[in-house]
């Protein structure tokens, strides 16, 4: 099948849809966005085992011509096993797996590439492939994975590392969360990480404890060097002995951190210390505050579907046909920018 990704700049108000504006890029797979303070957007996607970055200087409204990173023979695509991206300033990182988990950085806004260099310092301990980064406000990195150094029983633990020079080099890795004895983190859902405006980082995941995928998290303050404890978010529970492969997302709120997720076959919506609320029915969702409103995408069948609350609301309604794998990201100008697959 050939796949398409494209890329729709969300309008503060969002009615009409008609006429955003978009950007296609042929054969891509796994789309990833980032922006810098200063509107520059950029996207990340993969194209069999090649990496390319592709770079608007107008917020979204117009994007040039896609620039390769690197080829790694053995790149995991598919069911969010692309590659991930972060940038601040000129300094842009994309993160990738293959058997091992990569850097890649650039020092001129995309335009050249250095790497890789191997973030995991155990190798082989990243294999699962599935991974999440996020850029702090002055620039450090953070990424947070799925790790097997610790085979004993075969449980999957969640590690990460840091970068303050924009990827060139890594910390030493840090376990983030290890399940009690004789559970694991879920196997195949995608962990996701965030920082707030004030440097305060949260990390989330799917666990695998007492039967239930369910998801958790943990918040660490800026400028402090450990997590606080572990906490389950929602109030409901998931009985279920396989993995879903949707690991939802973690996002800066307006007050602190949020995040969508999915259940069963239901979207909520979180906010620590709050009762979950339902969105919809479907899967693989994501969310951004862009502006006073928040703005949730998610997977329902074959097609994508769109809600915004708050400003100028808009009740749940098919996006865009045949779709899947949307990246969602909100921009400095309280708008949001939206890539998805579809073809």
């Not at 599935?130 to 620039?139: I, K, N, T, V």
């Not at 196997?187 to 004030?198: G, I, K, L, N, V």
């Not at 928040?294 to 609301?313: E, M, S």
Request: one cysteine or more.
């Amino acid at each position: 099948m050939k796949l398409t990704f494209l890329l729709r700049c969300l309008p503060a108000i969002l009615l009409p849809l008609a006429g955003v504006r978009a950007a296609e890029f042929s054969a891509a797979a796994q789309p990833q966005l980032a922006a810098t303070a200063e509107g520059r957007v950029y996207v990340a996607f993969g194209r069999g085992r090649e990496i390319f970055v592709a770079r608007s200087d107008d917020g979204g409204g117009t994007f040039a011509p896609a620039n390769k990173v690197a080829t790694l023979p053995k790149l995991k695509l598919g069911m969010r096993r692309g590659p991930r991206i972060a940038a601040h300033g000129d300094s842009v990182t994309v993160t990738a797996m293959a058997d091992e988990l990569f850097a890649f950085r650039s020092k001129n806004a995309g335009q050249t590439w250095d790497g890789p260099v191997r973030i995991n310092d155990i190798p082989g301990a990243a294999r699962e492939g599935l991974q999440g980064s996020a850029a702090a406000p002055d620039g450090r990195l953070f990424v947070t994975w799925l790790d097997l150094r610790n085979v004993s029983g075969a449980r999957m633990q969640l590690f990460g590392a840091e970068s303050a020079d924009g990827g060139a080099t890594w910390s030493a890795n840090h376990l983030v969360y290890r399940a009690p004895a004789g559970e694991t983190v879920c196997e195949c859902c995608h962990p996701s990480a965030a920082f707030d405006a004030r440097g305060n980082l949260a990390v989330m995941w799917r666990n695998g404890v007492d039967g239930a995928r369910d998801m958790w998290s943990v918040t660490r303050g800026a400028g402090a060097r450990e997590f606080g404890a572990p906490a389950k978010i929602g109030e409901g529970t998931w009985p279920l002995k396989a993995c879903p492969m949707d690991g939802g997302a973690v996002f800066a709120d307006r007050t602190g951190f949020a995040s969508v997720w999915r259940r069963a076959n239901e979207i909520f919506f979180a906010v620590p210390g709050q009762p979950e609320e339902k969105i919809a029915d479907g899967m693989q969702p994501v969310a951004a505050r862009a502006g006073d409103s928040l703005v949730v995408v998610w997977q329902q069948g074959p097609d994508l579907w769109l809600t915004r609350k708050g400003l100028a609301a808009i009740a749940p309604a098919r996006h865009a046909a045949n779709a899947r794998f949307p990246s969602l990201l909100a921009l400095p100008n309280g708008r949001a920018i939206l890539a998805y697959e579809q073809g």
